[in-house]
């Protein structure tokens, strides 16, 4: 989920920058370009973790206080990328579902952990089974859905309790660690693998500060001939606000994911030929709509307002032009376009059309007086309330665009402003009639549509759903989200994202809005390669993939 700005204090933040003198900063001097043997000598990071007192932890599993560096160290079976959810192989060169309920992976061969002992599909089998053993250390909760995980040559075995297609994106993901290390292990719960971490991974621990970790090129890495980076330097970010626009504005980070009020102005016009940023599309920020209530359980009033929002308002006022309109669908697009169903026109997304939508509503019943109230089927003036934390000053800025749309289509509309807390409380508890959700943006697609919508995690109102807030029941959902969860046949799997997304534009559960932004800036003084909205081979979250295709800048 897109973690959502607090405007205000960012504003301020932004206007002081300009009056900050040149000082100490923790990277300056460090823009040295490539050293003519075609690598580049160091790419400048952002934060690295661990907390306002940050000490060396490079397990892999434990996730609140580990150092960036474990990211680069160890790595997953496939990476499923960020933005269109390709499964790239990894340690594992194939996969393949033997049946519903047997996933086998056949490991790369010629791999080698950092300290130069071959790495295995023993590895893959004994990390997976101390997780079993450890549950705290499985943070996927791929053990709820698996019964053994065993090795055989260069093959794995993964045996669920039930068909388990929709796990695959999280068994995946599961960093493995080297046996050999880990289970001379007492207790790899509290295991902060602080020395010498042992891993597959591009990057080994070169040295760690409060103020600095810096990794370097694991020459021996199984892709050794893609990484064209010598070191990546992270440096903490305790300074605040203020300090850590005016490092990005001078250049004095090759990559960073910070909010910036005005990035153009704060960041690209500084340097416009090598300061560039690529927001790619996340979690769809959508209209939720209590279905308990009356007139929100008829389809024909939802339907008729997919029309009535003005998108574009909302994405150049309240959300600074960052983001792009989301799709009716509840899918990703462009990135997830794949699993969109063969024409639908402009890949679900809906145009404003407050006319239409007036004809919609009266059509379905909903007329105007002679005042201009729209009415209820019961004759009297429809009134609501649209629920916003008032602290999210951009979804605030977003709602006040919103009520202006449907007050306009004669809506009695009242704004509520809860805290933060007790905005997602009566969300959960169904005490809202109107408010903005999150859902979805994964690649694990049934995730995508099963947390909204599956009618197995709703509640009564006034008892907590598990992430169904909307309370949408319907068995024709639920049955095809059946098939996505167990069917490991793309085919059969895009069929039902298909019957799911004809749900989400025609009976319209909820009306998807922005995508929230992925933030990312990147410089190519002495790099390029990096993603962006022209070559989106993955996000720019996925570190990895990323450093695979960087190479020293060709005006280095």
């Known amino acids: 989920m897109t973690r959502r700005v607090r405007l205000k204090t960012l504003i301020a933040a932004v206007a002081s920058v300009s009056l900050l003198l040149a000082g100490c900063t923790g990277t300056e001097g460090q823009t040295t370009a490539s050293s003519g043997d075609g690598m580049v000598d160091f790419l400048n990071y952002g934060d690295f973790g661990g907390g306002a007192a940050p000490k060396p932890n ?46 086998v992976y056949t490991v790369r061969d010629g791999v080698k952990w950092n300290d130069g002992k071959p790495f295995s599909a023993a590895d893959v089998a004994f990390t997976f089974n101390m997780i079993k053993k450890y549950p705290a250390l499985d943070l996927r909760g791929v053990w709820t859905y698996l019964s053994t995980v065993k090795a055989d040559g260069t093959k794995v075995t993964m045996s669920f309790k039930k068909p388990a297609a929709s796990v695959f ?21 509290t295991f902060t693998n602080a020395t010498a971490p042992v891993g597959t991974g591009p990057m080994k621990v070169k040295s760690f500060n409060p103020r600095q ?60 030929k090598n300061h560039h940023y690529w927001y790619a599309p996340g979690g769809v920020i959508s209209v939720y709509m209590n279905l308990t209530e009356t007139p929100f359980n008829d389809v024909a009033f939802r339907k008729a307002l997919t029309t009535a929002f003005n998108h574009q308002q909302v994405i150049d006022r309240a959300q600074l032009g960052y983001v792009t309109q989301a799709s009716q669908s509840g899918l990703v697009v462009p990135g997830q376009k794949d699993w969109l169903p063969q024409g639908l026109a402009d890949d679900g997304r809906i145009k404003y059309d407050p006319a239409a939508a007036d004809k919609a509503l009266t ?65 959960a508890t169904g005490n809202y009639d109107m408010m903005f959700g999150v859902h979805g943006g994964g690649c694990n697609m049934y995730a995508n549509f099963s947390d ?15 992430s169904n807030e909307i309370r949408w029941q319907d068995p024709k959902t639920d049955e095809l989200l059946g098939q996505l969860e167990t069917s490991p046949d793309e ?56 450093l695979t295709h960087l190479v020293p800048s060709s005006g280095s």
């Open 213 to 272: 970790l810096v990794v370097e090129r694991n020459p021996d890495y199984w892709q050794a001939d893609k990484i064209k980076v010598k070191e990546l330097r992270f440096n903490k970010a305790d300074a605040g606000g203020q300090v850590e626009q005016l490092k990005l504005s001078r250049g004095e980070y090759d990559t960073n994911a910070m909010f910036v009020q005005d990035i153009k102005k704060a960041y690209v016009d500084r340097d416009p």
């Open 363 to 427: 059509d379905a019943g909903y007329a105007k007086d002679s005042k201009g109230h729209r009415l209820g089927k019961d004759g009297k003036p429809i009134s609501f309330s649209f629920k916003v934390p008032g602290s999210y000053v951009d979804w605030v800025a977003a709602a006040d665009i919103l009520i202006k749309n449907l007050t306009a289509l004669g809506f009695n509309v009242t704004k509520d402003t809860p805290t933060p807390e007790a905005h997602d409380q009566e969300r």
């Open 169 to 189: 994106t999280l068994v995946s993901d599961v960093r493995i660690v080297p046996e050999h290390v880990w289970s001379k292990v007492a207790d790899p719960t």
């Open 58 to 103: 490079y397990n892999p599993y434990l996730e609140t206080t580990k150092l960036s560096a474990a990211d680069y160290i160890y790595e997953p079976l496939m990476y499923v990328e960020g933005y269109s959810c390709k499964a790239l192989p990894w340690l594992a060169t194939s996969f393949q579902w033997t049946d519903p309920q047997t996933l």
């Open 452 to 466: 909204p919508l599956n009618s197995a995690r709703t509640a009564p109102i006034g008892k907590k759903a598990d």
């Open 491 to 546: 085919g059969t799997q895009k069929q039902a994202v298909a019957g799911l997304v004809d749900i989400m534009m025609n009976q319209v559960p909820m009306i998807p809005i922005w995508y929230g932004a992925k933030w990312f800036q990147y410089d190519t003084k002495k790099a390029e390669g990096w993603p962006n909205e022209q070559d989106p081979y993955a996000d720019g979250g996925n570190g990895l993939v990323v």
